[in-house]
């Protein structure tokens, strides 16, 4: 047989990876906003004497490197996307920069604590009036940042060679760090107006417990989510039973082995093996899997019952 003729059975692992998504560009456009107020917010605390300020400035700063790692995410899965290198694609890459930056997020949230469990015990006189004109300036730009990250268009085209956006755990890292950062924003200007008008600064530090203790189990929810894509965990029970229940429907075929699991946000592979007193062709049981799952790689082993 001539190679030309095998090439009608062989399919790429690109998955529409080597196309620039809507995320990238929008993260993109967040680090910026992100720098320039970390700027801001380091230099009014160093000229005001807020350490407040200047805490939250180097939470933005820490904030703009993983959003960074979120963009570089994006531009190595794009030069990477036809690497044979990869087996199933690199659309895990996203799930790992969105893994990653759920650990950063644990690290900031520890550090939160740290800090305010120290301010409690030594508490330190506050700008107020300064700091709170950051913090709403701060808000306001992680308003605007949250709203770019989540208008972000979503695909939802299904098959072979397509992509889902709304799995997409880069994408959810990069938010989830902007509402961090809109968390913070928040409490610490609820603590500051407490602070300047009641003399309640207690309430400084122990707002930051309480952001602290938010930030932590979105990580967790993130960590979660992602690892079961990086550790090619068995796809949902319900998902499994229903494609079973398409092969074996309405024949004596029966399915002794299924395995379905997460290659990237939306995109699944599956390996087969099924027993049949009439076997059919392997293409034939592909074409029964439910389409709504999208699973774009299969492998189906068939043995003939005798």
């Known amino acids: 047989m001539h190679t030309e003729n095998l090439e009608q059975w062989r399919h790429d692992h690109v998955f529409e990876h080597d196309q620039k998504k809507a995320g990238e ?15 801001i917010e380091i230099t009014a ?25 979120a963009v570089f995410a994006y531009i190595i899965s794009r030069h990477l996307a036809s690497d044979r290198r990869f087996s199933f694609g690199v659309g ?60 972000t268009p979503h695909n939802h085209t299904h098959g072979h060679n397509h992509s889902h956006d709304h799995h997409d755990h880069n994408l959810r890292g990069a938010y989830l760090h902007v509402l961090a950062d809109a968390l913070t924003s928040i409490l610490a200007i609820a603590a ?10 207690w309430l400084d530090p122990a707002m930051g417990i309480v ?40 024949s ?21 093996t099924l027993v049949s007193h009439q076997p059919l062709t392997p293409d034939q049981y592909k074409a029964l899997i439910p389409t709504k799952f999208n699973v774009v790689h299969a492998t189906v082993e068939v043995h003939e019952c005798s």
Do not use: C
């Open 211 to 250: 952001g602290a203790v938010l930030v932590t189990r979105w990580s967790f929810g993130l960590i979660r989510d992602s690892s079961r894509v990086l550790l090619d965990q068995q796809g949902e029970e319900r998902q499994v039973a229903e494609i079973r229940e398409a092969l074996e429907r309405d």
């Open 25 to 39: 560009g929008r993260t993109l456009a967040v680090v910026v906003l992100t720098a320039v107020m970390m700027v």
């Open 192 to 201: 500051l107006l407490a602070g300047k008008f009641f003399g309640a600064g």
């Open 92 to 151: 895990k890459i996203n799930s790992l920069a969105g893994f990653a930056s759920a650990v950063m997020l644990l690290g900031f949230a520890f550090i939160m604590i740290i800090e305010s469990v120290d301010r409690l015990i030594n508490p330190v006189n506050i700008a107020f009036d300064q700091a709170l004109l950051v913090a709403v300036v701060g808000l306001v730009v992680n308003g605007v940042s949250a709203w770019i990250l989540v208008s």
């Open 45 to 69: 605390g160093l000229v005001y004497g807020s350490m407040s300020l200047l805490a939250d400035g180097l939470h933005m700063a820490s904030h703009t490197f993983a959003l960074s790692i």
């Open 252 to 272: 004596s075929d029966r399915v002794t082995d299924l395995h379905l699991w997460s290659i990237g946000h939306g995109m699944f592979a599956v390996e087969i």
